[in-house]
């Protein structure tokens, strides 16, 4: 049975291809670094992180790019006896333009070693590559109009233009004859994330539309020439999830289809999980994977019927389950940081931290929510109800010195537990919080006081969140019992929704480890371990 979403927490734009009998699934990482998550499942039921192909420089360096730029919608496929991974790097998100920049890189095997980069074009963002039987490569990617503006509430140029296709020659590394807008996509609107597959005869196009919140949706078309016209699906959709509120998967959209061994079709997708009785998703946009059905008509159906994706769903094997969840039990006693961990954009990680052998130190750097090199290393919360814990070793000079435990979304979007020196009570405990409320973003202080801490040695920094509330606790070396520290937070804005609400803000929340220093010393703080520890689904 697949239980959904296979990919819990931030994995959205979910590309999936077969090599033999290995399945690989690359998601977004937008401004996290290494980019572009690849997972691997052999059973379409349990899924393994087997890399981040972009991690070095002459691949990817984001430094400057804002909040939910970077890797947007990446492709990956198998052909030649070589894996392709086509991606964007978005520049910009506010105003008319993208700044997208699209480029290809392969590798013999998923672990690599992965190309340096071939930059394709930049007319739009979500790009991907069709391998044709006839051994044509077609080049995929939306249109971007930035000439939007507004006629008595109505665009005057769409900004999502439609889908163009263009061949491109592995041989020469680059595009070849004319770019052809083959799919303006439904009257939903906001076409993006096209993907092609071939099926006798017919060429079929799965794109999203909607935007990627609740009016999101998978819609299918086909044609028998791959440059169209393309006839729309009777049901227009594949799957959505716009006219079902309550279903417990929402926003769904986005995905691509892959066929087993077997001839079963099955299709990713994107989803949410809001909170209850909240329109808010701190877990982001996750990955599932629905059944489908061929029809008679030909056309593709989910296999329970309707467009509402399901919770479980039919495995390949009948005997395969999930694995079930478990505590995540991390010392930072070796050489490499652990998989599930991340940083933010820089491409020159040994700048923000390194590992001593006993501790994963932090180098403290520019401040939290720095677009360009703040030292921050954290994980995905994938469960609505969870609790953190670290070791924390960090002996502060200066009001502007400061390390912790964060709960993270952006700059704009989150609670961070800090040991800081005060010049009446010497290093303390502090909370800063940053509540999400754009334009008017400000950082607060929800302790009236900073709490006292002795004037050297570790201190252990816990919290919990349950749905929408978080707690943040503390414990000194050696001593058993946790003290609460601060009122409730709300948790909720450390979400997709929270701020500026799910079309501006792409990622999902993380927990871990942040420091910095706004006097430019580049203190160091040392981590010695961090749990994880599911409480809920």
């Known amino acids: 049975m697949i239980v959904n979403p296979i990919l819990p927490g931030f994995n959205p ?10 399945y690989y699934i690359a998601t977004s990482t937008f401004e996290w670094y290494p980019g572009v998550q690849i997972h691997h499942s052999t059973d379409l039921v349990n899924w393994r992180l087997v890399g981040r192909p972009l991690n070095r420089a002459s691949q990817l360096d984001m430094r400057g790019n804002p909040d939910s730029c970077g890797i947007w919608a990446p492709c990956l496929s198998y052909a030649d006896g070589l894996f392709w991974l086509i991606y964007t790097d978005v520049k910009r998100l506010d105003g008319n333009f993208k700044d997208a920049h699209n480029y290809i890189v ?11 980069p071939v930059r394709v074009n930049s007319s739009g963002f979500d790009p991907s590559l069709f391998h044709d039987e006839d051994g044509r490569k077609w080049f995929l990617n939306m249109l971007w109009d930035h000439r939007t503006d507004s006629i008595g509430g109505h665009p005057r140029h769409p900004a999502f233009a439609g889908i163009v296709a263009q061949q ?8 070849i004859g004319k770019a052809v807008n083959i799919f303006q996509g439904s009257s939903h609107g906001l076409v993006e994330g096209a993907h092609l597959f071939r099926r006798q005869g017919w ?10 919140g609740y009016e999101h949706a998978v819609t299918m078309a086909r044609s028998r020439d791959l440059l169209g016209p393309y006839e729309l699906h009777p049901d227009i959709f594949l799957m959505t ?10 926003r769904t959209g986005h995905g691509q289809m892959v066929e087993t061994p077997d001839g079963e079709t099955y299709h990713t997708h994107l989803c ?4 209850p009785g909240l329109r808010r998703s701190p877990l982001g946009r996750e990955t599932g994977l629905q059944k489908c059905v061929w029809g008679e008509d030909g056309w593709l159906r989910l296999h329970g019927g309707g467009l509402v994706a399901e919770v479980e769903v039919p495995a390949p094997d009948p005997q395969s389950m999930p694995k079930p969840t478990a505590p995540v039990r991390r010392r930072f006693d070796g050489a490499e940081l652990p998989d599930e961990f991340q940083w933010l954009r820089t491409p020159e990680p040994e700048r923000i931290f390194s590992m001593t052998g006993s501790a994963l130190r932090l180098y403290a750097r520019e401040s939290i929510g720095s677009w360009f090199e703040q030292a921050l290393v954290a994980r995905r919360q994938e469960h609505l109800g969870f609790a953190a814990e670290t070791r924390l070793d960090f002996a502060p000079r200066h009001f502007q010195q400061a390390a912790g435990l964060v709960h993270y979304y952006n700059r704009h979007k989150f609670h961070f537990l800090a040991v800081i020196w005060h010049e009446q009570w010497g290093r303390a405990l502090t909370i800063l919080s940053c509540p999400g409320d754009w334009p008017d973003a400000r950082l607060q202080f929800p302790l009236d006081q900073p709490v006292p801490l002795p004037g050297d040695g570790p201190v252990h920094l816990g919290l919990d969140v349950d749905g929408a509330e978080l707690h943040f606790r503390y414990r000194l070396n050696g001593d058993d019992n946790w003290v609460s520290v601060g009122p409730v937070l709300d948790a909720s804005v450390i979400s997709d929704e929270g701020g500026r609400g799910e079309h501006a803000s792409f990622t999902g929340a993380f927990v871990g480890m942040a420091a910095f220093d706004t006097s430019g010393d580049a203190i160091p703080a040392d981590y010695s371990y961090f749990d994880y520890l599911p409480q809920s689904r």
């Open 106 to 116: 392969t590798a013999p095997n998923i672990t690599g070693p992965w190309s340096d």
């Open 203 to 212: 060429y079929y196009l799965t794109v999203a539309e909607g935007g990627t």
């Open 13 to 22: 734009d979910p590309s999936i291809c077969r090599a033999g009998t290995d």
């Open 272 to 275: 949410s999980r809001p909170l």
């Open 168 to 175: 491109y020659d592995p041989g020469t590394e680059r595009l």
């Open 241 to 250: 999830a716009k006219d079902a509120p309550d279903a417990p998967l929402q």
